[in-house]
T-cell receptor, first 112, second 112 residues
């Protein structure tokens, strides 16, 4: 079983809509959760991190964490064509020091 | 100037050759990482280092070795390259509170 799983997509949404990206993880003791955005041919860049159950908002982005169900999601409101990218979920499982496990990523296309 | 740099950015080599990928950072972080990224497999950790004297194997260390020459430099070596090591390689650093990883621009390696 993979540590972190994501639907690879592709996910397509019209401009202005809400994009919803989901991620599940296997280590129930995981404490830290991250969403990265990666444009084609570029390096990942951090969008948000979340540690506590519930929602965390940053501009158009909202991360949601549910530790009981072992999933973390990212909502992008008012999606823009510039949001078209691959979104990577990363988890820092317990007892792994500072290792991070990444999902395979979800490809998002925002259609103008 | 970029905080995390990688050299070379692109490299084509032949099976059996030794190759070294280099990573330098100006962020002052103690923790450094090497990942490879393959289509459909996401980012996978090869090696990581918490300081100059601390080197740890990651998920897929076979066929690779590393050297931490200084706090700012972390090199990845392929002693005898093989075609299935063709991938995009990323170096990353993380801050002391473990919340964020900063990625270099990547090295695209092709082994013929």
């Amino acid at each position: 079983q993979k540590e972190v799983e994501q639907n690879s997509g592709p996910l397509s949404v019209p401009e202005g809509a809400i994009a919803s990206l989901n991620c599940t993880y296997s280590d129930r003791g995981s404490q830290s959760f991250f969403w990265y955005r990666q444009y084609s041919g570029k390096s990942p860049e951090l969008i948000m991190f979340i540690y506590s159950n519930g929602d965390k908002e940053d501009g158009r982005f909202t991360a949601q964490l549910n530790k009981a169900s072992q999933y973390v999601s990212l909502l992008i409101r008012d999606s823009q064509p510039s949001d078209s990218a691959t979104y990577l979920c990363a988890v820092n499982p317990q007892n792994t020091g500072n290792q991070f496990y990444f999902g395979t990523g979800t490809s998002l296309t925002v259609i103008p | 100037d970029a905080d995390v740099t990688q050299t070379p950015r692109n490299r084509i080599t032949k099976t059996g050759k030794r190759i070294m990928l280099e990573c330098s950072q100006t962020k002052g972080h103690d923790r450094m990482y090497w990942y490879r990224q393959d289509p459909g497999l996401g980012l996978r950790l090869i090696y990581y280092s918490f300081d100059v004297k601390d080197i740890n194997k990651g998920e897929i260390s076979d066929g690779y070795s590393v050297s931490r020459q200084a706090q700012a430099k972390f090199s990845l070596s392929l002693e005898s390259a093989i075609p299935n090591q063709t991938a995009l390689y990323f170096c990353a650093t993380s801050d002391p509170d473990k919340s964020t990883q900063y990625f270099g621009p990547g090295t695209r390696l092709t082994v013929l």
